[in-house]
């Protein structure tokens, strides 16, 4: 079973940057077999898809709400995939988890998440 530790979070405001990481143990195989996923989830709504990479690291997806504000990255060798967030807006505040699937298969493993608030 992967371990996901999310950190980075914390307290911003509008218009200020972040870059979350997710430190991942425990896996089977390589990380580079995992996909990597970045979700945020507020209270009484759905999670929601906000980034994502694949196991290569060339080809990564965005919610159209953050196109060209973050970015996905990962960095197999420290077994850490990373988002950066820029231009930050209230709506994006959030809890944000990181989720990894092996091979991309399955619903994979979550982090516990960390806390992102954007206010003025």
């Known amino acids: 079973q992967v371990q996901l530790v999310e ?11 972040l870059k979350l ?10 990380f580079s077999t995992y996909v ?12 929601e898809l ?4 694949d196991m290569t690291g060339r080809n ?4 159209d709400s953050v196109k060209g ?6 960095n197999d060798a420290r077994k850490t995939a990373f988002l950066r ?5 209230p709506e994006g505040t959030a809890v944000y988890f990181c989720n990894a699937r092996y091979l991309n298969h ?5 982090g516990q998440g960390t806390q992102v608030t954007v206010s003025s």
């Open 21 to 30: 990481s997710c430190a991942a143990s425990g896996f089977i195989g390589t």
């Open 69 to 74: 504000r973050f970015t996905i990255s990962r």
């Open 85 to 89: 967030m820029n231009s930050l807006k």
């Open 106 to 110: 399955g619903d994979g493993s979550w």
């Open 36 to 47: 990597m996923r970045w979700y945020r989830q507020t209270p009484g709504k759905e999670r």
């Open 50 to 53: 906000v980034a994502s990479i």
């Open 60 to 63: 990564t997806n965005y919610a």
């Open 7 to 17: 950190s980075g979070g914390g307290f911003v405001q509008p218009g200020e940057s």
